[in-house]
């Protein structure tokens, strides 16, 4: 197939003039427009469309530039699909008025959500005022407040799945105890449901908790729960050993519960003693440590 390249070759030797440079691009020009011409001739476009292309030096584009960035390699220890932030762990806490946050100005000053927001815990809180370990109460009229153990039944029929699982007091328990009722039955049932229905939780006991003078009868309470606490691998924290509410000022006008000072010095126990466990780790459950990490 014959092209126009003969033809433009004589007029693009006039204009260079001549010149050495002139006869450098004329050779230049014919070379591009010859394999212009083979590259036409294999696609079938017409000759004329190549011929009318700007093939000037200028015209050219630059070639681009290619940045290959590599990857980071993954993090040692994580999974690579990890992509959402580590959520709190949630505590569960069991217990009576106390725990519920009775005698506080509100319910961040309660000992239950001071340990919890100094944890860095989520807090779910079943605590019913008037309980016990073996006491139910009228405070949840028309129905009768949950016993402890009942208490761990509801939490379960709610779907709580916590981490941690708090169970505290039992002075509503004193006239059942005086009275030679087998309280004691009560709490190891009490402990026993909590690690059947959460075993892989850190369980902790919080001893109950009178205001005043310990009495040995008080004592013999302590012991129990924390009897208990140990049988079923439960941390302990004693609020008579020493004893916590010794002042009586903290009580407020009932002359039964605490203020906000008395819900802060149960909160500052339950703090030192949770530290103290983290320092002495032959003495803390299995969960603590991966917990303790949580908080951070």
């Known amino acids: 197939m014959q092209t126009d390249a ?3 070759v004589p007029q693009l030797r006039r204009e260079a003039g001549g010149s050495a440079w002139g006869l450098a691009a004329t050779l ?3 070379a591009v427009l010859t394999i212009a011409s083979v590259l036409v001739q294999m696609s079938g476009l017409p000759a004329s469309t190549v011929a009318a292309a700007d093939v000037s030096p200028s015209a050219a584009a630059p070639a681009p530039v290619v940045t290959v960035t590599p990857s980071p390699p993954p993090l040692a220890g994580v999974p690579e699909d990890v992509t959402e932030p580590l959520t709190p762990p949630v505590a569960l806490f069991i217990g009576d008025s106390y725990s519920y946050g009775t005698g506080a100005s509100d319910d961040e000053h309660r000992w239950t959500t001071r340990v919890a927001q100094i944890e860095g815990w989520e807090e779910v809180n079943h605590a019913y005022g008037g309980t016990g370990y073996i006491s139910l109460s009228n405070v949840c009229a028309p129905d009768l407040c949950p ?3 009942e208490a761990i039944d509801e939490a379960v029929a709610d779907g709580v799945q916590p981490a941690i699982v708090v169970i505290a007091g039992g002075q509503n328990d004193t006239d059942e105890w005086l009275a030679g009722v087998d309280v004691v039955a009560a709490i ?3 402990y026993e449901k909590a690690r059947a229905e959460f075993p892989h939780a850190w369980i902790i006991a919080v001893g109950p908790s009178w205001i005043g003078d310990v009495q040995d009868w008080q004592v013999d309470f302590d012991q129990a729960v924390q009897d208990a606490a140990a049988a079923v691998g439960a941390s302990y924290i004693s609020l008579l050993d020493p ?3 010794d002042d009586p000022s903290y ?3 009932d002359g039964v519960h605490v203020d906000d000072a008395g819900h802060a010095a149960i909160a500052r126990r339950v703090i030192e003693s949770l530290t103290l466990m983290r320092a002495e780790p032959r003495e803390t459950p299995a969960a603590a ?3 303790a990490a949580a908080r951070y």
């Open 188 to 190: 190891q049932e009490t």
């Open 289 to 291: 440590p991966a917990l």
């Open 147 to 149: 016993a402890y153990s």
């Open 28 to 30: 230049l020009v014919v």
């Open 251 to 253: 009580t407020v006008e």
């Open 6 to 8: 003969a033809h433009t």
């Open 243 to 245: 004893q916590v509410l």
